[in-house]
């Protein structure tokens, strides 16, 4: 696809654009590989493009010039050309100046040049690495703009509904401004909504939304989007399939947190199911749970935390068969019994409550591990959901039977162009070239950062380094500093907040029992004197602003409680404090019995824990960071094979659908 044109929906680039399906022989994935490896390493410098800036600048100041109708009225020739020529080099400087000063006039936000670059990155098609606080939310709108104003159908995606609502609310002045028209997907809008919403020129919605909408314009075109054939049946039928869907294609995407959406929510696919029958199923959901629960490991079964996986010993099998002859049905075939075995002892020993899920309102609801939001209307595959409502006690859900699936990694790839914009993706930099071709730049910070990294502690018990979180915290509460404490997991943020209460230190917790609060907690975080307590999610998205008082204090000062199974996610932490110049701080506290230690490493650091728990258990730096970076390289690896299969599990599908002449 030219850099200077990009398909529309129409006669030429068909009603309904995307792209297709590429499937890699092995050779061009290992070539694919190789390459995103070294784009990992070329991610890694900052990119300035002065030539794009001084032409940005030149096109800029004859702009200053214009009265409104006069701006206006540049626009609108603007518009014309880039919809016959494209988006050269002249068009396109030309086009960034202009929604620059249209901001500074609607916003009273003018773009700095860093923001610039960023958005030039994207219009490339590529992701953008800007660190946190550099003004994500105002960059992509040159990009979404310049797009907008060529022709081309703009979707702009975030991770959940509250920041699409935040970004369209904050945005939509600028681009009715410049004659565009914006809309926002969110979750309880009818099927006509959505409609008119997707045909503006520019859309705010997430990356589950957006999936979810063309799964259901997948089911009613039946897979079938050539241009010709859509356009004879416009001829034919009064009510063609193109009216009734509701996306116009996959012309362009801004993918907001693009490691989140594209990488850490790549392990799961998306599925629409229909209800099925559990009557019969609801008695062999309850017969696994309690087959599974009289089963002995490591006799029966073994438990690999590391691998997330079940496996069962012959004995186990031998023993599954003898406590199951008397139920007949599905437990009288082998692969069924010990299937149903596995998915039962997954629920009842890897899966576990305020970690991988929560009970609520008597239902199961999914926590994302990377985000520490609920995944509302998630459910597990294959009965897992169902054996964990089982395990907890909770109504037995319907089961579901697929009608439509995708990964986002297929999903995503269909963009004709795609773009994305993170504070952490060099990390990923190799794997995002590798599945989506999309190459990664770093844009340097428009001011000269003032974060300290205080260092990393490590201690031998958990019951330690706990101890050492709270003199922490009422040193730096002493000077008045808003504090900010991460957690990995629900679990940890409320044992935490307990600690906190019974020593009397006033906080507020944030995890995924309280994400409605979410805004209101981080507005108020930055201020003198706060602690707030919080899992992943609150590194995400929302701005903590200092008040003048914090900020004269040392500003934030943000807080790790241990490592996570991303190195990035770590980094987007550590991103919250000393954003734009401010001053702030972080500082790590891991200990050997975390789960990140005690999943890689098992039993073997025992020994070495009893040694060194004399005194306060500290663990000195040269011993504990070699083990803590490895167990969480393994970690990383580990989550890019789940990734990986998922991947080639979709090739293998699709060739099987093909082959069957079934869709998706």
């Given at each position: 696809?030219?850099?200077?044109?990009?398909?529309?929906p129409?006669?030429?680039?068909?009603?309904?654009?995307e792209?297709s399906?590429?499937?890699?022989?092995t050779?061009?994935r290992?070539m694919?590989?190789?390459?995103?490896r070294i784009?990992q390493?070329?991610?890694?410098?900052?990119v300035?493009?002065?030539l794009f800036l001084?032409?940005?600048r030149?096109?800029?100041?004859?702009?200053?010039?214009?009265?409104?109708?006069?701006?206006?009225?540049a626009?609108?020739?603007?518009g014309?050309?880039?919809?016959?020529?494209?988006?050269?080099?002249?068009?396109t400087?030309?086009?960034?100046?202009?929604?620059?000063?249209?901001s500074g006039?609607?916003?009273g936000m003018?773009?700095?040049?860093v923001?610039?670059?960023?958005?030039?990155i994207?219009?490339?098609?590529?992701v953008?690495?800007?660190?946190?606080?550099?003004?994500?939310t105002?960059?992509?709108?040159l990009?979404?703009?310049?797009?907008a104003?060529s022709?081309?159908?703009?979707?702009?995606?975030?991770?959940?509904?509250f920041?699409?609502?935040?970004?369209?609310?904050?945005?939509?002045?600028l681009?009715?401004?410049?004659?565009?028209?914006?809309?926002?997907?969110?979750?309880?809008?009818?099927?006509?909504a959505?409609?008119?919403?997707?045909?503006?020129d520019i859309?705010?919605?997430t990356?589950?939304q957006?999936?979810?909408d063309?799964?259901?314009?997948?089911?009613?075109l039946?897979?079938?989007t050539r241009?010709?054939h859509m356009a004879?049946?416009?001829?034919?039928?009064e009510?063609?399939?193109r009216?009734?869907?509701?996306?116009r294609?996959?012309c362009f995407?801004?993918?907001?947190?693009?490691?989140?959406v594209?990488?850490?929510?790549?392990?799961?696919?998306l599925?629409?199911?229909?209800?099925?029958?559990?009557t019969?199923?609801?008695a062999?959901?309850?017969?696994?749970?309690?087959?599974?629960?009289?089963?002995?490991?490591?006799?029966?079964?073994t438990?690999?935390e590391?691998?997330?996986?079940?496996?069962?010993?012959d004995?186990?099998?031998?023993q599954?068969?003898r406590?199951?002859q008397?139920l007949?049905?599905?437990?009288?075939?082998?692969?069924h019994?010990e299937e149903?075995a596995?998915?039962a002892?997954s629920?009842l020993?890897l899966?576990?409550?305020?970690k991988?899920?929560?009970?609520?309102?008597e239902?199961?609801?999914?926590?994302?591990?990377y985000?520490g939001?609920?995944?509302?209307?998630?459910s597990?595959?294959?009965?897992l959901h169902?054996?964990?409502?089982?395990?907890e006690?909770v109504?037995i859900?319907?089961?579901?039977?697929?009608?439509?699936?995708?990964?986002?990694?297929?999903?995503?790839?269909r963009?004709i162009?795609?773009?994305g914009?993170s504070?952490?993706?060099?990390e990923?930099?190799?794997?995002?070239?590798a599945?989506?071709?999309l190459r990664?730049?770093?844009?340097?910070?428009?001011k000269?950062s003032?974060?300290?990294?205080?260092?990393?502690?490590c201690?031998?018990?958990v019951?330690?380094?706990?101890?050492?979180?709270?003199?922490?915290?009422?040193?730096?509460h002493?000077?008045?500093?808003?504090?900010l404490?991460g957690?990995?997991?629900v679990?940890?943020?409320e044992?935490?907040?307990?600690i906190?209460t019974?020593?009397?230190?006033?906080?507020?917790?944030?995890n995924?029992?309280?994400?409605?609060?979410?805004?209101?907690?981080?507005?108020?975080?930055?201020?003198?004197?706060?602690?707030?307590?919080a899992t992943n999610?609150a590194?995400r998205?929302?701005d903590?602003?200092l008040?003048?008082?914090?900020?004269?204090a040392g500003?934030l000062?943000?807080?790790?409680?241990?490592r996570?199974?991303?190195?990035?996610?770590?980094?987007?932490?550590?991103?919250?404090?000393a954003?734009?110049?401010?001053?702030?701080?972080h500082i790590?506290?891991?200990?050997l019995?975390?789960?990140?230690?005690?999943v890689?490493?098992?039993?073997k650091?025992?020994?070495?824990?009893?040694?060194?728990?004399?005194g306060?258990g500290?663990?000195p730096?040269?011993?504990?960071?070699?083990l803590?970076?490895?167990a969480?390289?393994?970690?990383?690896?580990?989550?890019?094979?789940?990734?990986?299969n998922?991947l080639?599990?979709d090739?293998?599908?699709?060739?099987l659908?093909?082959?069957?002449?079934r869709?998706e």
């Open positions: 696809m030219s850099d200077r044109m990009i398909l529309r129409g006669l030429l680039g068909g009603f309904y654009p792209r399906d590429e499937i890699l022989s050779p061009d290992i694919a590989s190789a390459y995103g784009q390493l070329v991610a890694r410098r900052p300035s493009k002065r001084r032409r940005v030149r096109e800029g100041r004859a702009l200053q010039t214009l009265g409104n109708d006069e701006l206006m009225a626009r609108i020739a603007l014309e050309d880039l919809r016959v020529r494209g988006l050269g080099r002249r068009n400087a030309r086009a960034f100046a202009l929604v620059r000063e249209a006039r609607v916003l003018r773009h700095f040049d923001q610039l670059v960023g958005g030039l994207m219009l490339q098609g590529k953008v690495e800007m660190a946190t606080g550099e003004g994500k105002l960059t992509a709108t990009t979404a703009a310049v797009m104003l022709g081309v159908p703009v979707h702009v995606v975030t991770v959940n509904d920041l699409a609502a935040r970004d369209a609310e904050w945005m939509t002045p681009f009715e401004f410049l004659g565009l028209s914006v809309g926002v997907i969110l979750e309880d809008m009818d099927v006509d959505r409609r008119n919403v997707y045909a503006c859309t705010y919605c990356n589950k957006l999936a979810f063309y799964l259901k314009d997948r089911l009613i039946e897979a079938e241009p010709l004879l049946e416009g001829l034919l039928h009510r063609p399939r009216e009734q869907v509701m996306m294609g996959l995407a801004i993918v907001d947190e693009a490691d989140s594209l990488v850490d929510e790549a392990r799961t696919p599925i629409i199911a229909q209800n099925g029958d559990t019969e199923m609801e062999i959901y309850r017969q696994a749970i309690n087959t599974a629960r009289s089963m002995q490991t490591p006799r029966d079964f438990v690999s590391r691998d997330f996986r079940i496996d069962i010993t004995l186990g099998k031998a599954l068969r406590s199951t008397q007949g049905g599905v437990w009288a075939t082998e692969s019994r149903l596995k998915q002892l629920a020993w899966y576990k409550r305020d991988h899920y929560l009970v609520q309102e239902s199961i609801q999914i926590v994302d591990e985000t939001r609920v995944m509302a209307d998630r597990w595959e294959r009965g169902q054996m964990i409502e089982v395990k006690g109504n859900s319907m089961r579901q039977e697929t009608l439509i699936r995708i990964s986002y990694q297929k999903f995503f790839r963009y162009r795609l773009s914009m504070g952490t993706a060099q990923v930099a190799g794997e995002l070239s599945v989506y071709r990664t730049r770093r844009v340097p910070t428009n000269r003032r974060r300290w990294n205080k260092g990393e502690y201690y031998a018990k019951d330690h380094k706990w101890q050492a979180v709270l003199r922490e915290v009422k040193r730096q002493k000077k008045g500093r808003p504090l404490i957690t990995q997991s679990d940890a943020s044992h935490l907040s307990a906190l019974k020593s009397g230190l006033r906080h507020r917790v944030l995924a029992r309280q994400n409605e609060a979410e805004a209101e907690i981080i507005a108020q975080a930055g201020e003198l004197g706060r602690i707030t307590v999610m590194g998205g929302t903590i602003a008040d003048a008082a914090a900020r004269a500003g000062h943000v807080i790790a409680t241990g996570h199974d991303a190195a990035r996610i770590d980094r987007q932490l550590y991103g919250r404090a954003r734009q110049g401010d001053p702030g701080s790590t506290f891991v200990s019995e975390d789960d990140l230690m005690r890689f490493y098992g039993r650091l025992r020994p070495f824990i009893a040694i060194t728990t004399w306060r500290w663990v730096g040269f011993i504990a960071r070699p803590v970076n490895l969480q390289w393994a970690s990383e690896r580990r989550n890019s094979g789940i990734r990986k998922l080639k599990a090739g293998s599908l699709e060739e659908l093909a082959f069957s002449g869709g």
